[in-house]
């Protein structure tokens, strides 16, 4: 056969891997983008895992059957983030898309309470709302570049205010009257907590009880995530862009900080048991576990088949639980061991980017072993010694060691160019 | 019998030989030399982006539509494939030992080769400064 059609056929199974792997088999999966993942430990669901869905929608699966106990569609695009409401039985939503937190009955999957990140008026919406950033804003003295980042309906990067977590905080843990919802508002560079037993009808600037960072002010916050109210009333804050993870008192005040300058991206901190942060390092593909009052020491690193993490849990039963929303799984580790012990879903990048390596090194082993025969009559230091023995060899050699590295290779392309294109890329809504 | 002697020929047909003559001259430089150049181009650049990357965020620096792609890694691999391109062709051109087209054309044979081993360089110093 031709050596033009054996090329031809190489191309087409490479790009049939990609189709497969890119638009059939995400259809197949029961996690398309997990941006959180949390183990259930009351309610009707216990024992289950909370999934937030990113591309598609809150799942509760069972994590021994791989099957998906309850979901919901609503909304269809893009939630950020879930939390299971006290008692188990309602569910809180983060939604990007749609810039509002919204609480679900898991029975009738009808909304008990929501919250809009959008101004509004009282005649619009019928929860506590009629929100105004710039009433607001005005209160706390915003200077005018704060205020036009609020006032941009339509920002270039991603979405208006990129809303990436929510946590329900009990008054009665931190001596308050009422309950509340803690929100991370990323491109705001703004942590609020709004009053969740707030009257409906109440206008509901006056309803963001606390706040942390001020919009544009990347000295304070920068593109913050996962911020956690702890029950000391202490917060941990993952300032992302500024690649450091911060812990601030009740008086806003930081206790301690971690930056590292190796940190790419940190996107989730949880307090252990024992003291020590569970961080997730993401375009570093790994979690590390940093033991504070050591004064930052590492103690635990957990990267194996991690591509681009989103958050980690340690759970009641040892497990590292790990989301990975944009490789469509979720990677459970065992926390003494570090071992891989469970993946659920399918790593839709790297797989298909680690087949095309292999079928590139396979094709080209088998053309080197041919031209190699060809050269009969020739000792092998001369044929090694021939431009179209070594080059091939070399190419091999990059295929097998791209494999080794695949994550590190695409984490790389994604830290410093295509990340920049998913953030700037058209967003529904 | 006829003796082809440069003196029988006019200065137009002296000029078409000469050029003719370079025509047909055989380059000097192997396809395997210009791989070689190639090679520490790639090598050489892959190191180059990551730190440019990592210290200069280029994309932070200029504020066009899709910015951090055109001013950031896209900018650099642009920077890369010009030189992948270029430089070998320019080195030995200016040595005598090859025309552009010709260098141009073995150039482009290894191309994949190159740009597999640039973002393995990249992702390798990306991956040892974690």
């Known amino acids: 056969m031709k050596k033009g059609y054996v090329k031809g056929i190489v191309f087409g199974i490479v790009l049939l891997n990609w189709v497969i792997c890119l638009l059939v088999v995400p259809n197949l999966l029961i996690v398309q983008g997990p941006a959180g993942v949390d183990k259930i430990y009351e309610g009707p669901y216990a024992g289950n895992y909370l999934v937030t869905d990113g591309y598609g929608s809150i799942k509760i699966i069972n994590f021994t059957s791989n099957q998906i106990v309850w979901q919901t569609d609503e909304p269809k695009f893009f939630v950020h983030d879930s939390r299971m409401m006290p008692g188990g039985n309602s569910v809180l939503v983060g939604d990007s898309a749609a810039d509002r937190v919204f609480e679900m009955s898991l029975t009738t999957k009808e909304i008990l309470w929501e919250w809009r990140a959008k101004n509004s008026t009282k005649e619009q919406d019928s929860y506590c709302n009629y929100l105004n950033w710039t009433k607001f804003g005005l209160q706390q003295g915003w200077n005018e570049t704060a205020l036009s980042i609020v006032e941009n309906l339509r920002p270039t990067s991603g979405f208006y205010s990129h809303l990436n977590m929510v946590q329900f905080l009990k008054g009665s843990n931190y001596n308050r009257s009422y309950d509340s ?249 | 019998m006829i003796s082809i002697e440069p003196e029988n020929f006019t200065q137009k047909e002296m000029d078409l030989k000469v050029r003719m003559e370079k025509k047909e001259k055989p380059d000097k430089i192997s396809e395997a030399k210009i791989y070689w150049v190639q090679i520490m181009i790639s090598v050489l650049l892959g190191i180059t982006t990551y730190y440019v990357l990592e210290h200069t965020r280029p994309s932070d620096v200029f504020d066009l539509p899709l910015g951090g792609f055109f001013t950031g890694l896209g900018l650099m691999a642009a920077i890369y494939v010009l030189s992948l391109l270029t430089l070998p062709i320019l080195i030995y051109h200016f040595k005598g030992k090859t025309r552009y087209y010709t260098g141009f054309r073995k150039a482009l044979k290894s191309l994949g080769t190159q740009i597999a081993l640039y973002f393995l360089v990249c992702g390798f110093v990306f991956m040892i400064n974690i």
């Open chain 1, 181 to 429: 919802v803690l929100i991370s508002l990323r491109n705001f560079d703004l942590i609020i907590e709004v009053n969740y037993t707030a009257k409906i009808g109440e206008a509901a600037y006056m309803n963001i009880t606390w706040h942390y960072g001020t919009p544009g002010n990347h000295s304070i916050l920068f593109h913050p995530h996962s911020p956690k109210r702890w029950l000391n009333g202490h917060m941990t804050i993952c300032d992302s862009e500024n690649a450091r993870v911060i812990e601030i008192d009740e008086q806003d005040q930081i206790v301690w900080e971690y930056r590292d300058k190796a940190l790419r991206w940190v996107r989730d901190c949880e307090l252990l048991p024992n003291g020590n942060y569970l961080i997730t390092d993401a375009d570093n593909n790994r979690i590390i576990e940093v033991n504070m009052s050591a004064g930052g020491q590492i103690v635990r690193i957990f990267s194996s088949l991690l591509f681009n993490p989103y958050s980690a849990e340690l759970t009641d039963d040892n497990k590292v639980v790990v989301s990975i929303d944009l490789g469509a799984s979720i990677v459970v580790f065992d926390y003494e061991t570090g071992a891989v012990i469970q993946i659920i879903g399918f790593n839709i990048i790297v797989v298909p980017a680690m087949i095309t390596f292999l079928i590139v090194a396979i094709y080209q082993t088998t053309d080197l072993i041919y031209s190699w025969k060809k050269m009969k009559g020739t000792s092998s230091k001369q044929r090694i010694l021939t431009h179209s023995i070594y080059s091939k060899l070399i190419l091999v050699i990059i295929s097998v060691l791209t494999i080794l590295i695949l994550n590190y290779v695409l984490i790389f392309l994604w830290h410093y160019g295509l990340w920049h294109l998913f953030e700037t890329m058209p967003r529904p809504g």
